[in-house]
């Protein structure tokens, strides 16, 4: 299932922002909610605990020294404040101008209380009181009242104000706070979207000249003015894969033309000697040469088809590997054997020092077409009556094997093209030995059994390849 990396990476970015953004608001909201609450409370314990201290004794009565001109939000008519006093919980001492026939609510309790709560006014409004319950105090002095008086004057205050002031703040806090979180999240929604857009400007680009490629485009690298550094080294990568598709293409296309140039030589020499016999069907010499003919064309064709099914079957990706286990020295001299009269006829010393004990496992088949392609390659373009080297090297439990020989055809770039499909160092194609596929069927047939194939041309006169990563049983056993 498809989406759009832009708009997930932003609807993340905006999610988690504004959830970030709004914790800390609300955080900030309750604690300037509790804070002006707390602040409200303060005033209001304050103005408890002066009215409480006017209360007193005088002689042998309970005195209330209250001033209106000194706390005159009590007879105010408009937003008045009010306190009532209680003497043992029914008793009414004292209450507020502002009350006047009406009463405060308060709970009785034998024991000194204290708290705050929120309650209704008497006019209506919301409002906040607190209720002091407390014994009232005597000087030791003080002997008009019987110790029964001084121990049971259990003294109840409540003083209450209203709280509309404090809830217009915190309701303005909550909107402000709410306002300003959409605010934020519209502020982010544009911002984030606009730079996610931004930063992901250099895929869209990518995407636009990934759509201009075409098969004989392949050439045309991926270009950035300015590259991040997440997609830097994926821009080499691909540019590196635009140039490896864009050779293997060409090399397509080559072998394409290669293959039919092949094939043209023997149909044309076939259609010329058809020609000839169809003209003179009696002549017995030439219906001899005819025949000598066909068989070399035909030859020739069989040579090619046969490499291009071998190499058509290293592509198989269902290949099933059937290992087995040979002396690697009998194989190369096998393989010697069939080019003998060859290396004879151009005076090739040929030298081979492989250990006869020396036991491989391998697929037998494939790894003979390897060395017998690598030998046959040696033999025919060694110099006359030079020396060829075949030897072999353990290296814990694999073996390498690499041939020698001397040529003077050869230079460095060759190595590089030379494992190539019909690659030949000369442009003619009339023999009928070599189709040029050899070397990209040593190639093919390597991959296949997990080896490794090196070339070496030290001094531009000897070329060695080497065949490594061979697995060595008797490696293995002395083990």
């Known amino acids: 299932m498809s989406y759009s990396l832009e708009k997930q990476l932003s609807r993340r970015v905006i999610v988690l922002n504004s959830v970030i953004f709004f914790v800390v608001l609300v955080a900030f909201n309750v604690s300037a909610s509790l804070w002006l609450i707390h602040e409200e409370d303060e005033i209001i314990q304050t103005k408890a605990d002066v009215i409480a201290h006017l209360i007193s004794h005088v002689r042998d009565e309970i005195n209330f020294s209250f001033s209106a001109e000194n706390m005159p939000e009590f007879e105010n008519d408009i937003d008045p404040e009010y306190f009532q006093i209680w003497i ?4 009414i001492f004292e209450k507020s101008r502002s009350l006047e026939y009406e009463d405060l ?41 019987s110790e029964a008086v001084r121990d049971k004057t259990l003294i109840t205050l409540v003083v209450a104000k209203e709280r509309e002031e404090v809830d217009l703040l915190i309701n303005a ?59 830097n080294d994926f821009v080499l990568q691909f540019n590196s894969l635009l140039s490896r598709l864009d050779l293997s293409f060409n090399r397509e296309k080559r072998f394409s033309s290669d293959v039919a140039h092949e094939l043209r030589t023997p149909v044309a020499e076939l259609l010329t000697m058809s020609e000839v016999a169809l003209k003179w069907p009696d002549d017995l010499a030439l219906a001899q040469d005819f025949y000598s003919g066909v068989y070399d064309s035909s030859r020739q064709m069989m040579l090619l088809v046969n490499n291009l099914l071998a190499l ?26 069939r080019y003998k009269i060859l290396a004879d006829e151009k005076g090739l010393v040929v030298e081979c020092s492989i250990n006869s004990d020396v036991l491989i496992e391998t697929e037998i088949v494939e790894f003979e077409q390897i060395i017998n392609n690598l030998v046959s390659n040696a033999v025919t373009y060694s110099v006359c009556n030079s020396p060829l080297f075949i030897d072999t090297v353990i290296q814990g439990e694999f073996v390498s094997l690499s041939i020698q020989n001397t040529t003077e055809q050869l230079v460095d770039k060759d190595l590089d093209m030379m494992f190539d499909r019909l690659w030949r160092k000369s442009s003619a194609r009339s023999s009928s030995e070599h189709s040029g596929l050899g070397l990209a069927i040593v190639k093919a047939y390597a991959k296949m059994l997990n080896l490794d194939i090196t070339t070496e041309l030290p001094g531009g006169k000897i070329f060695i390849v080497s065949v490594s990563g061979i697995r060595c049983v008797e490696r293995q056993r002395d083990i």
């Open 88 to 91: 043992n919980n029914n008793e």
């Open 105 to 145: 609510q308060f709970r009785s309790s034998v024991e000194p209380v204290e708290f705050i709560e929120n309650i209704i006014l008497p006019d209506g409004r919301r409002g906040r009181m607190i209720q002091l319950t407390f014994y009232l105090e005597f000087s030791d002095k003080d002997n008009s009242f």
């Open 173 to 231: 806090i909550h909107m402000s706070t709410i306002l300003l979180i959409l605010i934020v999240i519209i502020i982010l929604n544009y911002m984030v979207k606009k730079t996610v857009r931004k930063n992901l400007m250099p895929l869209t680009n990518i995407n636009n000249q990934i759509k201009l490629l075409s098969a004989d485009k392949l050439n045309n690298e991926i270009k950035l003015a300015d590259i991040p550094d997440e997609l």
């Open 312 to 337: 058509a079957r290293c592509e198989n990706t269902q290949y099933q590997r059937d290992l087995s286990i040979h002396g690697i020295k009998k194989i190369v001299n096998d393989c010697l054997q």
